[in-house]
């Protein structure tokens, strides 16, 4: 069976969303994207929506439709997703002690 639903952990721009997308677009509807960076979420959309600004009252569609950006992990365990992904997010994190938790 094809995915359905996709995590990107630390996800930046968004670049394993549009890589997943590309393999399996006709099957994946669901993708939590999460970064710290609210900054960087805001970026991943504005590419999502080639190049469009949000400034304004219009509903702009994303190029990737059903992408829902987060700044934090579900607090649920009980969400489970059919591809997770997290590319360089536990090497960019501060020390050692928060990897190791």
């Known amino acids: 069976s094809h995915p359905e ?9 968004g670049t394993a969303i549009w890589a997943a997308n590309e ?11 999460v970064d710290v960076s609210h900054e960087m979420g805001e970026l991943a ?6 190049g469009e600004s949000q400034d304004s009252d ?14 934090f992990l579900p607090v649920s ?3 489970q997703y059919d591809i997770v992904t997290s590319a360089y997010s536990l090497s960019e994190l501060p020390t050692l002690s928060i990897l190791r938790q």
Request: no cysteine; charged share 20%.
């Open 45 to 50: 959309r504005v590419l999502r929506t080639d």
């Open 23 to 33: 393999i399996w677009g006709e099957s994946l509807y669901e993708y939590q994207s």
């Open 77 to 79: 365990n009980r969400v």
């Open 58 to 71: 219009i509903n702009v569609p994303e190029l990737i439709p059903g992408v829902y950006f987060k700044q």
């Open 5 to 13: 639903t996709m995590l990107d952990f630390g996800s930046g721009l």
